[in-house]
Nanobody, 122 residues
């Protein structure tokens, strides 16, 4: 019904930058929340950033001032710009959409992307 496809990611040196875009496809009417959780190696998943369709954005404390999340609602896309990267940012980054309303359904659904790897070397 809804597919999320991430791209970007990869490797960077500490202090460098990476960008990860995600595009949702399907018979989408609107997406309320689009977020980027991440899962570091051997650790639990943690929230990174979220962007709502009303323009509000939210960040985890350890990425504030370094990461920027943005959306293009017309394209059903969300972007995460990561600057001043640290080795602790190394993780699999997942695109997540919640509150997804499809054109032929009244009930919201949600979706996960397949994940993209970010590795930051010290």
């Amino acid at each position: 019904q809804v597919q999320l496809v991430e791209s970007g990611g990869g490797s960077a040196q500490a202090g460098g930058s990476l960008s990860v875009p995600c595009v949702a496809s399907g018979r989408i009417r609107t997406i309320v929340h689009m977020a980027w959780p991440r899962q570091p190696p051997g650790r639990q998943s943690e929230a990174v950033a979220r962007a709502d369709n009303d323009g509000e954005t939210y960040y985890a404390d350890d990425v504030k001032g370094r990461f920027t999340i943005s959306r293009d609602n017309a394209k059903n896309a969300v972007y995460l710009q990561m600057n001043a990267l640290k080795p602790d940012d190394s993780a699999t980054y997942y695109c997540r959409a919640t509150g997804v309303f499809l054109r032929d359904s009244m009930a919201p659904t949600d979706a996960w992307g397949q994940g993209t790897q970010v590795t930051v070397a010290s």
